[in-house]
């Protein structure tokens, strides 16, 4: 027996309300033994608007921390030294913008900026693909990311400016060749411009790639995974030699944070989550060869709500004692020489390159994100389990298998089993950030601006004029806008139209009996077909529930009307006016149902179609769920609803009690 490994950087994935609530969580949780951090942004950071904008209503420090200025910045990690400590930022569209205001807070403490250590996760691919807080096209995306690669390579050197990030394409649905091929596909997109910029001498290219780390997930079947992660390992070696020349084997290395799987948690019988958390650990800590550096994992109660503390520190704990009471650290690799791991890993290497290669022929990962393949494929596979899960054909215990159950102590008061965020703190954030604007030197902020315009109009690096926006006091959403001035911004692919019919619709199965109450339902409204409206209001990019609902609705004969994600109240009711729909489908998972439905609901019933069935689907409490269906709302989907099939025959119920038509059966 060698001697005993390092244990990987043990993080929480934490941030919520304001800075200084943030602050007090992160100082508790490192006091707890957590040995990084993992910083949440809410989704008017990650989007580039600031909190008083109409699009932020409801998403102030919801998902994750507010952070408008540099004196958030400061006050999210006073008495925390940047020097000594291993922050990673999951932030994307924004990250150049984040990346300036912990830079200037670190000088600001007196930290030498080569010591600094962390990541900014900073891969846009994903956020066009499954996650949804893009701002700007891919080209100028692009840019913005090689500008900080090479920024940090020359100046804050142990810093990871980019996390590829396949944790979000298995949400979305991806197998592990696709997370694998896609992921890769990113990197390939990354270096070829990095290099291509003419920012790196050819002899410093093995200084960006040991610099490049993966952010990954990792499911239940952990047999599989862990077989994922030494393919991933096998592919980054010889791409990374093979296609850039990197001959020191330490800079080739993979290396990669994980959280596990979250798109697995379960609503009902939610204890059961706790086992599949620590299965999902074990994929990526059991092979020493392919163990991943740093680990986060989420709450037994994410699919409820909002993890408490004392949630985050049972997850915590989860890692402790696997690290330090297990003997796992003490041995090599245990699955070196299994003919039955190498087989699986080397069908997985095969089968992802040849992936690999069918993006390159495209044209690369950016031109398959624009032409719409990607994301068709990620919302075909994950259509193709939704399918198998409903079938039975895929068992998730206490869902579709095992159902009976005793009565849960963990969650005999839903309402007091997960956070919640007080309303009025988003009016306490916006006046705060008013009182910034009014105190900062006006001058110095509009010359910071007017000199990052010029400079994203130019060609030179967006770093440096970045940096001094922040010194500056400009807010999130001013850096955004004078980007948004120059670049425009984009839509991404709904990749709703390019699915294939995935769920059988013989006759008599449950689908043939929908279509039918569909089609029958259209003839007694006299109309062709019956038409919905599936709306994500607010910030909330998540869409793959969405996506699954209106690419069943289709199968099921809707005219389906989806315009992708971050619409407001009144585009989504102007969109179900013009189209004229039957019914509309909200998606929100971000926890803003409280403010947009309501709002959704009044300017329906001002513009005289309040007869209009609204239905809200997303991660809704109990408590939540009983006060919008007082609001007016016909009927609340959550998790534990996840027969989609079921879910589309409701909603034709729904049609049919707001146009007073008999209730139809489906049938057996």
């Known amino acids: 027996m060698g001697e005993k490994d390092r244990p990987w950087l043990m993080r929480t994935y934490a941030g919520h309300s304001t800075a200084e609530a943030s602050n007090a969580l992160y100082r508790r949780n490192l006091a707890k033994g957590q040995t990084g951090l993992s910083v949440a942004f809410d989704l008017p950071t990650q989007t580039g ?45 924004t990250a150049m913008w984040l990346l300036a205001l912990y830079q200037v807070v670190a000088e600001e403490q007196g930290a030498d900026l080569a010591r600094l250590q962390g990541t900014t996760q900073n891969d846009i691919v994903k956020e066009y693909l499954s996650r949804g807080t893009h701002v700007f096209p891919p080209v100028p995306s692009l840019r913005l990311t090689t500008d900080m690669i090479t920024y940090t390579v020359n100046h804050i050197p142990r810093w990871n400016p980019i996390n590829i990030c396949s944790y979000h394409l298995q949400e979305a649905g991806a197998t592990p060749v696709q997370e694998i091929a896609y992921a890769m596909s990113t ?28 952010f990954v ?44 799987n979250s798109l697995g948690l379960t609503e009902a019988q939610p204890e059961n989550n706790v086992q599949r958390i620590v299965l999902e650990m074990l994929g990526v800590t059991l092979s020493k060869d392919a163990r991943a550096r740093a680990v986060q994992l989420p709450a037994w109660n994410e699919a409820l709500g909002l993890p408490r503390p004392w949630d985050q520190q049972w997850s915590l704990r989860i890692q402790q004692v696997l690290a330090h009471e297990s003997d796992l650290l003490e041995y090599p690799d245990l699955f070196e020489g299994s003919h039955v791991v190498e087989a699986k890993v080397a069908e997985l290497v095969t089968e992802s390159l040849a992936e690999m290669a069918r993006i390159e022929e495209m044209g690369g990962a950016m031109a398959a994100v624009e032409s719409g393949y990607l994301k068709s494929r990620l919302v075909s596979a994950h259509a193709e389990r939704r399918a198998r899960i409903e079938s039975g054909d895929e068992k998730i215990v206490g869902v579709n298998c095992y ?38 030197d006006e001058p110095r902020a509009t010359e910071a601006l007017t000199a990052l315009r010029k400079a994203a109009a130019g060609t030179g690096n967006l770093m440096e004029p970045t940096v001094e926006c922040a010194r500056a006091g400009v807010t999130t959403g001013e850096w955004a806008w004078a980007l948004r001035d120059v670049f425009g911004e984009f839509r991404a692919p709904t990749g709703v139209g390019g699915a294939p019919v995935t769920a059988a619709a013989e006759a008599g199965t449950p689908l043939a009996g929908v279509r039918a109450k569909v089609a029958d339902t259209a003839r007694d409204l006299g109309v062709g077909r019956l038409r919905l409206l599936v709306g994500k209001p607010g910030l909330d990019g998540h869409s793959n529930g969405a996506e699954q609902i209106a690419v069943r609705a289709r199968d099921a004969g809707f005219e389906v009307v989806y315009q992708g994600i971050r619409l407001t109240p009144e585009q989504i009711v102007d969109a179900a006016l013009a189209e004229d729909v039957h019914c ?46 007082g609001a007016g709302v016909a009927a609340v989907f959550t998790p534990k609803d996840f027969g989609i099939t079921e879910i589309i025959g409701r909603i034709v119920d729904e049609i049919r009690s707001a146009n007073a038509l008999a209730p139809l059966e489906v049938p057996a």
């Open 49 to 93: 608007y600031d909190p008083d904008h109409v699009l932020a209503r409801g998403e102030v420090g919801r998902v994750g921390v507010p952070v408008t200025h540099l004196g958030d910045m400061r006050r999210l990690f006073e008495d925390i030294p940047l020097d000594r400590t291993n922050t990673s930022m999951t932030i994307n569209a």
């Open 584 to 629: 509309v489908g909200l998606s929100i998972l971000s926890g803003s149902h409280a403010a947009l439905v309501p709002d959704v609901l009044a300017r329906l019933r001002e513009a005289g179609a309040g007869d209009v069935p609204v239905i809200v689907g997303g991660i809704i409490p109990a408590g939540d769920a009983r006060t919008l269906l």
């Open 187 to 214: 990197a390939v997109a990354v270096l070829d411009a990095v290099f291509a910029s003419g920012q790196i001498a050819d002899d410093r290219k093995g200084e960006v790639v040991s610099r490049i780390s993966f």
């Open 217 to 260: 997930n990792a499911g239940v079947r952990f047999v599989e995974e862990m077989c994922k992660m030494r393919a991933f390992s096998r592919i980054w070696d010889q791409l990374t030699r093979e296609r850039y020349g990197v001959e020191d084997a330490k800079q080739r290395r993979f290396r990669y944070g994980v959280q596990v």
């Open 403 to 440: 159902e009976s159950t005793e009565p849960s102590p963990l969650t005999a008061d839903l309402d007091t089993a997960i956070m919640t965020i007080d309303p009025a703190n988003e009016a306490r954030v916006v006046a705060a950030l008013h009182t910034w604007r009014e105190h900062r």
